[in-house]
């Protein structure tokens, strides 16, 4: 495979392949619906829109949200909008091909109650922080004059690799790496772990079909938050300063999302 690449890091690639079993594709082949999917209710956009939620600090479990879909059982509005939100950006993505705007348009829908309209589906335009729970800066973003050029280099990789002819263990790769890379860009004034685990799978199923979506990858990252950031924050501390090369644990726990 040879790509020329703007922003997305190459370097590990065959070691990523190394790394990964033959038996996930053979896995990944028996993915199926849930039967519990029913009429225009998809369990696993729940799944998806649940977990994804809840590595942001959500309160929400998936019964109650379940029930709330499946069975019309109300809870106050708080409990369900902003998840219902990212369902339905998911179902968004579902049905539209992966481009810029679109990626926008998706962002706007799942932060229809975080962020103020004039925010939703822009870039942001101050400095960008990640802290941590105890008040410390744990991560600097890029600045946001560099925002929008990053970004184009992004898109344009984006594309390149969306025309590009992918082995299975190279879609795996690459859709990590645009999660990873998304995030430490940080373009967007919030919901940018949301964005970047939709583009994730989103990529996953232009690339490998709709068999893509059946991934429990937010429920595997949830149930290892604490390793999903520390193999985030492996990096280093500044945007400028990132070390790609120490992205190999990130980049592996994509694949064994793969049940």
Partial sequence: MSLSLKIIPTQLLEEFKAAVDDSVENSFEK?????????????YTSVSA???SK?????????????????????????????????????FAKVNAISADRLMQAHTLLT?????????GKFRTGNMFVMTNDGRIEY????PDKVSAEMEKFYTDLNSLLD????????????SLLHLVFVKIHPLNDGNGRTARLLEKWFLAEKLGYKAWFIESESNY???HQTYYN???RLGLEYDDLEYTKALPFLLMLQSSVK
């Avoid at 600097?140 to 600045?143: C, G, W």
């Fill in 164 to 175: 590009a002819e992918l082995d299975f263990k190279e879609v795996f790769f690459f859709a």
């Fill in 31 to 43: 993915l199926h619906e849930s039967s519990l999917s029913v009429g225009d209710f998809s369990f």
């Fill in 231 to 233: 193999n985030i924050r």
């Fill in 55 to 91: 590595i942001e600090g959500e309160d929400i479990e998936l019964d109650s949200y379940l029930k709330h879909k499946t069975l019309g059982v109300q809870y106050q509005p708080d409990y369900t909008q902003k998840i219902d939100d990212l369902y339905n950006a998911y179902e």
């Fill in 50 to 52: 649940v977990f994804s």
């Fill in 112 to 120: 229809k109650n975080i962020l103020q309209p004039s925010q939703q």
């Fill in 222 to 224: 949830y149930d290892n």
């Fill in 140 to 143: 600097v973003a890029t600045e």
